[in-house]
């Protein structure tokens, strides 16, 4: 059974920083594409980044410069740092294996003053 358990989503002031971690279980990071997806209210969900396998990373122009993506494989878990953030990455936060359709519940990121 696929789990992915976000965390670290928090109300942060405009300018502040976030980690976002997916720990994974049931299947190994390190041999699938990885990503974050997010939700704004009354949006479509959004392909933010994500990391292949080999490593390579990709970034939806919003948030390249701001945002990075990595991986940790000894500990099955992705990460996401979120630096400078503005108040329109306010959204629900989803990790997905890509290629496999496994989403997780999601966390809540807030920027607000």
């Known amino acids: 059974q696929v789990q992915l358990v976000e965390s670290g989503g928090d109300l942060v002031q405009p300018g502040g920083s976030l980690r976002l971690s997916c720990a994974a279980s049931?299947?190994?990071?390190?041999?699938?594409?990885m990503a974050w997806y997010r939700q704004a209210p009354g949006k479509q969900r959004e392909l933010v980044a994500s990391?292949?396998?080999?490593?390579?990373?990709n970034y939806a122009e919003s948030v390249k410069g701001r945002f990075t993506i990595s991986r940790v494989n000894a500990k099955n878990t992705v990460y996401l740092q979120m630096n400078s953030l503005k108040p329109e990455d306010t959204a629900v936060y989803y990790c997905?294996?890509?290629?496999?359709?496994?989403w997780g519940q999601g966390t809540q990121v807030t920027v607000s003053s």
């Open positions: 990391i292949t396998s080999g490593g390579r990373t």
């Open positions: 049931g299947i190994m990071i390190s041999a699938n594409a």
């Open positions: 997905y294996v890509m290629h496999r359709g496994y």
